[in-house]
């Protein structure tokens, strides 16, 4: 679900010329998230706040995935505001490969050692 509105409660200049914004996004929940940026002094801020509120989504997007995780791991049940089933599937399966690559990278190298290993008990 998306932000339905950002806010800038606090714009200051620093001493090194650099803008240092706090911003407040609301979601379609009424949930508030508080984040800080600095920028610097030659950009735009609005417009950069555009960028900052796609990050704070995709941002709650991942923590809600990796909530979703936790909770069919652990045999629970969730509901879901920020992402699907599928996005959540999606990420089990790149974990599962991910996993499976690791398994595959020991593999060879314990083969890698046995190898050495023999080859060193027929010196």
Known sequence: MPIIKSEII????????????????????NIKYYRSYDF?????VNKAIANCQT?????LKQAEINNAVNAVMNGKEITLEWCTWDEV????????????LEITQATDEKKNLSDKITEIGVK
């Not at 606090?10 to 929940?29: I, Y």
């Open 89 to 100: 599937k999606l990420y089990l399966q790149e974990q599962e490969t991910k996993k499976q």
């Open 40 to 44: 610097y002094k030659t950009i735009v």
């Open 55 to 59: 990050n704070v989504e995709a941002g």
């Open 10 to 29: 606090n714009n200051t200049v620093q001493s090194d010329g650099t803008k240092r914004v706090q911003v407040v996004f609301t979601d379609h929940l």
